[in-house]
């Protein structure tokens, strides 16, 4: 085969992938509608039957996880889906920034800390809310230097005036209970 046979035939392959994700993408946004309208089921049975067509698009798993953390409050699908999810799409930072939420949920603070790193690391990543999402854990862990230090990143990151009030809000929290404790060893 000539260089420009495997040329032309990798291009094809690539529209014939970007047709099935355009067409994949069309079906998350309308159970992505349900799901918040309140038709969970409905949404989930969308992306359920979605994973017939692709079972290793990364997205599609985040969305599955996204509904079962948030909406279906099924902690352990959504762990699993968005395990496959960085799996399948490991430069996708959704995943991490959810899968570290639902771990600081379930008071796994090291491993959201390690999740939330992970995705920083990604392209497009939202950095203000994984770096947020490090100091609550690294917070909740008694480590309050480190978390102020997150925090301070976290504001920097941003430039939307609520997000940076509640974030320095959260590094005064921080110095308060870090006080505390210096107090309480006396």
């Not at 690539?14 to 159970?31: C, F, G, I, N, R």
């Not at 930072?93 to 379930?106: D, E, V």
């Amino acid at each position: 085969m000539t260089r420009t046979a495997h040329i032309s035939v990798y291009v094809n392959i690539k529209l014939v992938v970007m047709e099935t994700m355009e067409w994949m993408e069309k079906y998350l946004q309308e159970a992505e509608g349900l799901i918040i309208n309140g038709q969970t089921d409905e949404g989930l049975n969308i992306l359920n039957s979605l994973l017939y067509e692709e079972p290793g698009y990364g997205v599609l798993h985040n969305y599955l996880g996204w509904a079962y953390m948030y909406f279906a409050k099924d902690a352990v699908r959504a762990e699993l889906h968005f395990t496959m999810a960085m799996r399948f799409s490991p430069d996708y930072a959704p995943p991490f920034l959810h899968m570290g939420n639902m771990l600081m949920q379930a008071a796994r603070y090291n491993e959201a800390i390690a999740t939330f790193s992970e995705g920083l690391n990604k392209k497009e990543a939202l950095r203000s809310a994984l770096l947020e999402g490090m100091a609550q854990a690294l917070e909740m862990t008694g480590a309050y230097r480190q978390a102020v230090r997150k925090y301070k990143e976290a504001a920097q990151s941003t430039m939307i005036d609520f997000e940076v009030d509640r974030i320095l809000k959260s590094v005064k929290r921080c110095r308060r209970k870090r006080v505390g404790m210096l107090f309480s060893l006396w």
